[in-house]
């Protein structure tokens, strides 16, 4: 929740967003935004049996509400954004590395986790206010580099703030798109090392 705070401290969009253990609040949610997303709040891998699964971001009704499951511990819920791409930002000191991606399925609209093979993949600019507003978070948060997620919205173009993975993956997205972000990483661990 401070990820969130913090980002609309700082201008960027934020879908409305609830954490809660209540079943009434989380239904009361759903039916005043009707299209929302469960997130995990913390690591989205899921160990079941011998096996390990990853849980994505899925839209929900409020009959799939089950008050004792909401009860064991707080859920997330937030307002789906309609768009048009999603926006992994790779920020490492005062440079920014954007990539869109292009869903090419249902299942990697909703979460581009879901269905890798459909992606597509492009460079793009970031927008001077995000970027700036990026470094500001890093230096809020104490951090000298992180992984921020956006969405585009369809309707207005506008970049919307989901979250910043302080230790999220990021190498991908260089072998898509060439960006020099490993050549950024390294710089700025020499600087700090100074």
Known sequence: MAQIQVAA??????PPTLIT??????????????????????SAF???????????????????????????????????VPKSRDIPLVAVGQECFAVAIHAGSDASYLDWRSDYPT?????VETPKHIAAAVTVY???????????????????GS????????NAQWGWLENETGLAIADAIAGQLEKESA
């Open 46 to 80: 899921l160990r079941e049996n011998d096996s390990v699964k990853l849980v994505y971001a899925n839209l929900i009704t409020a009959d799939e509400l089950d008050d004792a499951s909401i009860a064991l511990s707080p859920c997330q819920f937030q307002a789906f």
């Open 138 to 156: 890093l230096k809020r948060f104490g951090l000298s580099f992180g992984c921020f997620d956006f969405s585009v919205s369809k309707e207005a």
């Open 9 to 14: 401290q700082l201008g960027l969009a934020v």
């Open 21 to 42: 253990s209540s079943g009434r609040e989380a239904r009361a949610f759903v039916k005043h935004h009707r299209n929302v997303l469960y997130k995990p709040l913390t």
């Open 159 to 166: 970049w919307v703030f989901l979250e910043c993975g302080p």
């Open 119 to 123: 992606l597509s993949y492009e460079a």
